[in-house]
């Protein structure tokens, strides 16, 4: 990093992305068991009928906003629904948020699903970041430079340091992709998967980045990558494991700040993370 920055700083930051994150997630625990019906879900179509925003996400947004706001007024937040909230006399620091990822599990009563929440200096290093899964009662964070974390509500925090090393050659490594919702791109991704499926045996797909990458973290999964993700998909999960020791390879997209990124651009872009010996196995652009 070419900034340099104080550990009560970072603390202080950490303490209020978890705060965030836990708001968004109180919000999501919300709601009842069973599939929410169309109509209870208030559902928008994004991108396409299995990628819905509900009524959950844009309250989740909202409570994690209201933490931000008011602890941190000089910070600037982009988020995945109400998209980026400027100040004048702006600190330097910028919030990603994601209120939902996993939106089409937790409609579903699927688990895997989490509020996301990270920040980033003036040159986009990433300084703090938290997944909060409540169906799950998890909690992943991370501090630049002091490692990555896990909760579950029982015991202390457990550091995580990354997969297990050697399953490659054991052949029980497990593989974590996602696919796009754009039937095109989809059809791309299947018939890129049996290559990028060498090395593994065996693969999952769970439906949210963000814990995706989590799970890399706590040794889940060995590895996992994935085109087409938003900034706000990945800030807290690369993060995290990053700061569990784990190779990690964010895209370079242009800045929601710059208008970015394009479809295109998005879509062109992977997401990896994993333990060293897998850093051969995705593509690099």
């Given at each position: 990093?070419?900034a ?14 978890r705060?965030?994150?836990a ?12 599939t929410?019906a169309?109509?209870d ?8 009928g ?5 009524a959950?996400d ?5 409570a994690?906003r209201?933490?931000l706001?008011?602890?941190r ?20 620091f ?7 990822d ?8 699927i688990?895997y ?14 300084l ?10 998890r ?5 630049r ?11 202390a ?6 997969p297990?090393?050697?399953r490659?050659?054991a ?7 996602g696919?796009?919702y ?5 059809a791309?991704?299947?018939a ?10 065996d693969m999952?797909?769970?439906?949210s ?5 989590c ?13 087409g993700?938003?900034?706000?998909d ?12 784990c ?9 929601p700040?710059d208008?970015?990124p ?21 593509p690099i652009e």
């Amino acid at each position: 990093m070419s900034a340099q920055y104080s550990l009560d700083l970072l603390a202080g930051l950490l303490a209020t992305a978890r705060r965030a994150a836990a708001a968004g997630a109180a919000v999501l625990s919300g709601r009842e068991a069973g599939t929410l019906a169309v109509g209870d879900a208030e559902q928008e179509t994004k991108s396409s009928g299995s990628d819905w925003v509900t009524a959950f996400d844009l309250a989740a947004e909202k409570a994690v906003r209201d933490v931000l706001a008011s602890e941190r007024p000089r910070d600037v937040i982009t988020g995945e629904e109400d998209g980026t909230t400027t100040v004048e006399d702006p600190s330097g620091f910028r919030w990603s948020i994601d209120p939902l990822d996993g939106t089409t599990n937790f409609i579903r009563d699927i688990v895997y699903y989490a509020t996301s929440v990270a920040v980033a200096d003036a040159e986009g290093h990433w300084l703090a970041g938290v997944v909060s899964a409540p169906a799950l009662d998890r909690e992943y964070w991370a501090v630049r430079g002091g490692g990555a974390f896990r909760s579950d509500g029982r015991g202390a925090p457990r550091q995580l340091e990354g997969p297990t090393a050697g399953r490659a050659g054991a052949g029980s490594a497990l593989l974590a992709t996602g696919f796009s919702y754009d039937p095109g791109v989809r059809a791309e991704q299947a018939a890129f998967l049996p290559g990028l499926m060498d090395g593994f045996g065996d693969m999952r797909r769970l439906g949210s980045a963000a814990l995706d990458l989590c799970l890399v973290a706590d040794g889940t999964h060995d590895a996992y990558g994935e085109r087409g993700l938003n900034e706000h998909d990945f800030a807290a999960g690369a993060l995290i494991a990053e700061e569990a020791g784990c190779w990690v390879r964010r895209p370079a997209l242009t800045s929601p700040l710059d208008g970015g990124p394009s479809d295109a651009e998005r879509l062109a872009a992977w997401t990896c993370a994993g333990s060293i010996e897998f850093s051969g196995r995705f593509p690099i652009e």
